[in-house]
């Protein structure tokens, strides 16, 4: 039975890291797929939300538990960055600068899918005269 609970806890680790990847580059998807915006802005609310007031993920919730209920040790105390990324990617000391990275990323790829978006209405504008 404890390889149901792992199974959980994998998926659970698995879906962390594409909610991540989809935070660094949905917002460049976007810019083919447009209406993927919105979950991208759903996506980055939750992540700033996460930061900057401490809300509880629930992916972090559900591996803690499964990894418990699999007799491993859970998460460290803080999450799934923590035990994953911070430290093993990047010095802790770096996590204002790698955050402010992952923020100016996201304001980047919400600014070309504007210009994108202007440029496609002009376009449709000139080929509609």
């Known amino acids: 039975m404890i390889w149901v609970w792992l199974i959980i806890a994998n998926v659970a680790m698995l879906l962390h890291f594409g909610f991540i990847a989809f935070l660094i580059g949905g917002g460049f998807w976007a810019w083919r ?4 915006i919105w979950v991208h802005l759903v996506t980055a609310i939750w992540a700033f939300g996460i930061e900057a007031w401490h809300w509880t993920c629930p992916l972090t919730e559900i591996e803690q538990w499964a990894r418990l209920n699999a007799g491993q040790p859970g998460l460290v105390p803080t999450g799934f960055i923590d035990t994953y990324i911070q430290d093993v990617m ?4 770096l996590n204002p600068q790698v955050l402010l990275l992952v923020a100016s990323v996201v304001v980047v790829s919400w600014v070309g899918y504007v210009a994108l978006l202007l440029l496609r209405r002009r376009s449709a504008r000139s080929a509609a005269r």
């Not at 990047?90 to 000391?93: F, G, L, V």
Request: proline fraction near 25%; hydrophobic fraction near 25%.
């Open 90 to 93: 990047y010095p802790a000391e």
């Open 33 to 36: 797929r447009p209406r993927l």
